[in-house]
């Protein structure tokens, strides 16, 4: 299969985690009648899917599907020829782990969590069988089972170590049967730009359990978010990577340009602009929490952190952002809007 057109009808797939993303993404591929298996979390959620299948709303439209559903990778025979594993990033490792015995040896795994965890995965399955995918929209589960698609957006497929080739671009017409598609040579610039994003308001929205309009509107919030993004693009400066532009329209090089009055004032007032925009959004990391479960923070703002002090780079507000997620984790620090008083926050006043 590595090099070559892909056909639909010939191919087995199967989608590890059947949460808002790993569901509709499933759904969506069964509903255009390829060959797709899930598995999910425990028994009685397979055989929801299986039997009353998963019911889809929002920008994919309103329908319902079922398909072969399992609690456990162990339980399935067939070896496959795709695996796309849409588990939490804090699942990830464990998750790849489990698949090695299913997949082809020819086979790929599209990997589609959020932040940079490339050298596991290719410790794990090899990196010449890793496909990154960044996915640009939005998802929720209101239920077990149901599930809302709360935004369109789209897939941006690519290798982390070579340029895009045949398969890829087959695999991509595959996905799209999900949301539109795209390929690119820079897939470590266009994670790191959610990466960067996901570290602003997923882990801030921990910090302080606020929506993130009521954040936004505050401008210490909004200057120790523009810090974090100073401080990523710091570190991509010394790793040589591109960081591409988010969402089509999010510019970062441009964002932080111009250290004057003008320049904050443009950056202070674009983000009250997406305060606005996106003002009940929540971060979903506060659902994990919620659940007594880690965050996926070491895989965001750690992984800034940890190339920081690997290449010298001074990250002084990621490193307390980390250190605030990991004491709310354990318990130790509340989650509180006044968190953003802390000390190590006073040179922001």
Same mark, same amino acid.
């Given at each position: ?12 797939l199967l ?8 569901g ?9 009648d390829?060959?797709?298996e ?10 929801l899917?299986?039997?009353v299948?998963?019911e889809?709303k ?9 398909m072969?559903?399992y ?6 025979k ?9 588990t ?12 090695l015995? &299913?997949?082809?040896?020819?086979g ?12 596991d995965l ?17 998802a929720?589960?209101e239920?077990p ?9 789209d897939?941006i ?7 895009p080739?045949?398969f ?5 017409e ?6 539109p ?6 897939i470590?610039?266009h994670?790191?730009s959610?990466?960067? &994003? ?9 910090i ?7 954040m936004?509107?505050?401008k ?15 570190v ?8 591409d532009v ?18 904050r004032?443009?950056?202070h007032?674009l ?6 925009k996106?003002?009940k959004?929540?971060?979903s990391?506060?659902q ?7 965050t996926e &923070?070491?895989?965001l703002n750690?992984?800034?952190?940890r190339?920081?002090?690997?290449l ?5 507000v ?25 000390p190590i ?5």
């Open positions: 299969m590595k090099g070559e057109t892909i056909k639909s009808g010939d191919l087995s989608v590890v985690g059947a949460g808002a993303v790993g509709i993404t499933a759904a969506l591929l069964k509903k255009k390829y060959n797709v899930i598995v999910c979390k425990n028994d009685d959620y397979a055989s899917i299986m039997n299948g998963l889809v929002g920008a994919a439209g309103d329908f319902k599907v079922r072969p559903a609690s456990s990778v162990n339980q399935i067939e070896r496959k020829d795709l695996v796309l594993l849409a939490k990033a804090t699942d990830m490792i464990e998750a790849a782990r489990s698949i015995p &299913i997949l082809k040896e020819n790929y795994v599209v990997f589609l969590q959020n932040g940079f965890c490339e050298e290719a410790s794990i399955v090899g990196i010449n069988r890793v496909v990154r995918c960044v996915v640009g929209w939005g929720t589960m239920l089972g149901k599930l809302f698609m709360s935004s369109k957006g897939f497929l690519g290798y982390p170590d070579r340029i080739d045949e890829l671009e087959s695999l991509a595959i996905m799209s049967a999900v949301v598609v795209r390929t690119s040579d820079n470590m610039g994670l790191y959610k990466l960067i &994003i996901n570290s602003c308001i997923t882990s801030l929205g921990v302080s359990g606020m929506f993130l309009g009521k936004l509107s505050i210490k919030a909004r200057t120790i978010f523009i810090e974090i993004i100073r401080e990523a693009i710091d991509t400066d010394a790793m040589k990577i591109r960081v988010f969402g089509g329209k999010l510019n970062f090089y441009r964002f932080l340009g111009g250290n004057g009055l003008p320049g004032f443009k950056r007032l983000l009250m602009i997406i305060g606005f996106y003002r959004l929540k971060s990391s506060l994990s929490l919620a659940k007594s479960k880690p &923070i070491d895989y750690g992984y800034i952190v190339k920081g002090q690997a010298r780079v001074h990250v002084p990621n490193t307390a952002v980390v250190n605030m997620v990991h004491e709310i984790e354990n318990g130790s620090r509340k989650i509180s809007e006044n968190n953003f008083n802390d926050f006073d040179r922001f006043n």
